[in-house]
């Protein structure tokens, strides 16, 4: 996948970085996100009790160019150890770089990389990478395939819009399929292609699925999920209760739909199509692009990672030494609906909590600001669950407010004061709260006599820097208060808010660059700007230590490998 400019991190703060840099040098850096030397990732996978992450990575510069595979490992996904490069541009095939790519477990256990190079003329081609020594468990070294390039963009495939193979899956017939993001004809197109060795690949007639409603598909991504199941499916399966997520990443968002997929004939059949009929099912409903996910054999699960941009400029990021880094991995699952899925933080992320603090059934009044204490507020993890009175008084729904991220913008975004609500977190808030990021629920009534829960995040005042995008999300969450409390959990981490609501139903990232709420000046609070009380049923929160990073250059006194 390849990227404008100002999205990139040099090899100098890699280098310079061991996890005892001071905070008040760099607020912004984040504590227990993986933040890598480059921004987005590719091939995520676990091989013989490691867990691998490759990703873009310039060494030479902090703008786009270069692009190698930087490579680090993890037993937890928590800490990690950085390695030397897996890949980096050294044929003629991949002369502009070895863009996003996946990596793919062989049915002889043997670990592949397959990923997209650009030549000299931006040309686009799909290679493949295999381990110099397959019973090395960390993979340290890999070399290109000889036959490379393996899928050349021939026909009707435009060079400049082929790229992001995904991982691919083996059919009854045990021939291998992959997908490559692609648009011809101005649509968007997930382009199939079968292989019996991995190596010599002929394109399907049709598209694995199309789109006339979108543009290019970068990144794309196609896995099972159980209905009703509880773990996670390896990519290949194709029987039982299942249906199969798409996942496209355009527009800057990453978009999925849901359907049901025949082996024996490729075919797709969406529930939905994207975009179409007001429908917009995302991952995530801010900053958030060009994820991938993969099958953790070891304990049964399907787990997301997607990349977090910036929000401040191409200058700041040269100032700050690097930009970008991961969201926290996230277990994925069909919800119990089985019209959406649904997301929560990996479990290991836990170990970090330290400093707790909890209150049960605090009343909140109309208008109220309560300050949580007792936690490190720029770096903590809050769970918190609202019960609602009074739901009959909801102001009624307009039947036009179908887009949650403009409802949130018109709506006077926090400050404003509906029946029940805004209410929720004030997140990396100043003492005066001339500082804060919003992240709260209003609760409407539709004309159809059901309530509507809107969740927002609200950025427009979280700092007083100029020249920083400061938007505001939106997501409806597919809930039934009378039935159910009004959850949420957030991950604050410095520069970074990951918010959960509904149990992982609706999440929204935000990038923040306060100015006055950094470190120790941060504060947490909960508020209601409804005319109706709420109450907090529970509210647990906790101090979050450091994830544990070693550098490049102590790799080798390491005690992993």
């Known amino acids: 996948m ?195 060795d991995f190596v010599n690949w002929t394109r399907s007639k049709s598209p694995l699925h199309s789109s006339n409603e979108t543009g290019m598909w970068e990144c794309p991504d196609f896995y099972p999920v159980s209905i009703n199941g509880s773990n996670g499916l390896d990519t290949s399966v194709h029987d039982g209760l299942i249906k199969h997520v798409l996942k496209a ?42 994820s991938k996910s993969f099958y953790d054999s070891g304990k049964k699960r399907r787990i997301l990672w997607g990349w977090i941009k910036e929000s401040d400029s191409e200058g700041d990021d040269t100032t700050k030494g690097w930009s970008g880094l991961q969201s926290i991995p996230r277990t994925i699952l069909l919800g119990e609906s089985g019209r959406q899925l649904v997301q929560w933080p990996i479990k290991e992320l836990e170990k970090l909590r330290t400093k707790q603090v909890s209150f049960n059934d605090v009343d909140l009044k109309s208008g109220s600001v309560f300050e949580v204490p007792g936690i490190t507020a720029a770096q903590a993890d809050i769970e918190i669950s609202f019960r609602l009175s009074g739901l009959k008084e909801a102001e009624e729904m307009n039947s036009s407010w179908n887009d949650p991220q403009l409802l949130c913008k018109e709506n006077n975004k926090a400050l404003g004061k509906g029946a029940i609500g805004p209410f929720g977190l004030l997140v990396l808030a100043s003492k005066d709260l001339t500082e804060q990021t919003a992240v709260y629920f209003r609760v409407f009534r539709n004309q159809y006599d059901k309530y509507v829960v809107l969740m927002c995040s609200d950025q427009s005042r979280s700092s007083q820097r100029e020249g920083l995008e400061k938007a505001t999300y939106g997501a409806f969450v597919d809930m039934d208060p009378l ?73 080798r006194k390491s005690s992993i490998g």
């Open 2 to 196: 390849r990227k404008p400019l100002n999205w990139v991190i040099p090899l100098c703060f890699l280098l310079a970085y061991n996890g005892v840099e001071t905070v008040s040098n760099q607020p912004y850096r984040t504590a227990f996100h993986f933040q890598p030397p480059k921004n987005w990732m590719n091939g995520p996978m676990y091989y013989k009790g490691v867990y691998h992450l490759f990703y873009q990575y310039n060494p030479y510069s902090a703008i786009w160019g270069n692009i190698t595979w930087a490579h680090s490992i993890s037993y937890d996904l928590v800490d990690w150890v950085h390695l030397e490069h897996a890949l980096s541009p050294t044929e003629p095939y991949e002369t502009n770089g070895c863009w996003s790519g996946s990596a793919t477990i062989l049915l002889d256990e043997q670990p592949s990389i397959l990923y997209t190079g650009a030549n000299s003329k931006n040309q686009q081609f799909q290679n493949l990478a295999l381990p110099k020594n397959r019973s090395d468990p960390l993979l340290k070294e890999w070399i290109k395939s000889p036959q490379n390039p393996l899928i050349a963009p021939v026909d009707d495939i435009d060079p400049s819009n082929f790229r992001d193979p995904t991982t691919a899956w083996l059919g009854q017939d045990r021939l291998w399929r992959v997908i490559v993001g692609g648009e011809i004809g101005g649509s968007g197109m997930a382009i199939l292609y079968r292989s019996e």
């Open 249 to 290: 990443s355009f527009n800057d968002t990453d978009h999925y739909v849901l359907g049901s997929y025949i082996p024996g004939t490729d075919t797709y059949s969406v529930e939905n199509n994207f975009l179409s009929n007001g429908s917009d099912m995302r991952y995530d409903y801010g900053k958030f692009y060009a």
């Open 483 to 555: 039935r159910e409390t009004i959850s949420l959990r957030s991950l604050i981490d410095h520069s970074i808010i990951e918010s959960f609501g509904g149990n992982g139903k609706a999440c929204i990232t935000a990038r923040v660059y306060p100015k006055i709420a950094i470190n120790q000046e941060a504060h947490l609070y909960a508020f209601n700007n409804g005319s109706m009380d709420v109450r907090i049923s529970r509210l647990s929160g906790w101090s979050m230590k450091r994830a544990q990073v070693v550098p490049i250059q102590k790799r």
